[in-house]
T-cell receptor, first 119, second 111 residues
Framework: DTGVSQNPRHKITKRGQNVTFRCDPISEHNRLYWYRQTLGQGPEFLTYFQNEAQLEKSRLLSDRFSAERPKGSFSTLEIQRTEQGDSAMYLC?????????????????FGSGTRLTVV | KQEVTQIPAALSVPEGENLVLNCSFT??????LQWFRQDPGKGLTSLLLIQSSQREQTSGRLNASLDKSSGRSTLYIAASQPGDSATYLCAVMGRDDKIIFGKGTRLHILP
């Protein structure tokens, strides 16, 4: 297992176009998180999944954003009708939590991110 | 609402010095605290994870402490090297299972 993999690494798109990012977590991890990071800021929470269930969505995740994790494996984050304000680094992380009490068994592992530039 | 603050925002020190990065959080009801390193334009690399029941963790030249009751953590870097130059992020996980990050400390080690 090579860790958390995100594709593509970079994406440049024109305003108004749709984009989709993919995240492949560590295979045995049951939690998957999406974060967004703009220049000079810490990452901000967008949404997270436990297995295939999306448990929470941030208010930052407008109706133009949608995330899925079919079969509890890889996840996709789609942005429709992109705007210049969507330009950021999109980070994915995975972790393993106990099925008994949801305690964190291992720390979060982040991918290298997808840098989106909307022109 | 949990807020995480990191001080200083930026730090430059000569190579070889020991240094301390500070992190504070407003809600002490956390499950764990994690320190990450981020190089420019890159993703996050986990450095140390401290569970809420622990007081500190060590890895090589790094030592992280946690005082949950006062809402503080420190990351101590011994004998700094130019390769330590990066942004260091502190993140806490609360009862809502979300990780909340600080804005980071940009560290520059002068050769």
């Amino acid at each position: 297992d090579t860790g958390v993999s995100q594709n593509p690494r970079h994406k440049i798109t024109k305003r108004g176009q749709n984009v989709t990012f993919r995240c492949d977590p560590i295979s045995e991890h049951n939690r998957l998180y999406w974060y967004r990071q703009t220049l000079g800021q810490g990452p901000e929470f967008l949404t997270y999944f436990q297995n295939e269930a999306q448990l929470e969505k941030s208010r930052l995740l407008s109706d133009r954003f949608s995330a899925e994790r079919p079969k509890g494996s890889f996840s996709t984050l789609e942005i429709q009708r992109t705007e210049q304000g969507d330009s950021a680094m999109y980070l994915c992380a995975s972790s393993l939590v106990s099925r008994r009490d949801s305690s964190l068994l291992y720390g979060y592992t982040f991918g290298s991110g997808t840098r989106l530039t909307v022109v | 609402k949990q807020e995480v603050t990191q001080i200083p925002a930026a730090l430059s020190v000569p190579e070889g010095e020991n240094l301390v990065l500070n992190c504070s959080f407003t809600d002490s009801a956390i499950y764990n605290l994690q320190w990450f390193r981020q190089d420019p334009g890159k993703g996050l690399t986990s450095l140390l994870l401290i569970q809420s029941s622990q007081r500190e963790q060590t890895s090589g030249r790094l030592n992280a402490s946690l005082d949950k009751s006062s809402g503080r953590s420190t990351l101590y870097i011994a004998a700094s090297q130019p390769g330590d130059s990066a942004t260091y992020l502190c993140a806490v996980m609360g009862r809502d299972d979300k990780i909340i990050f600080g804005k980071g400390t940009r560290l520059h080690i002068l050769p």
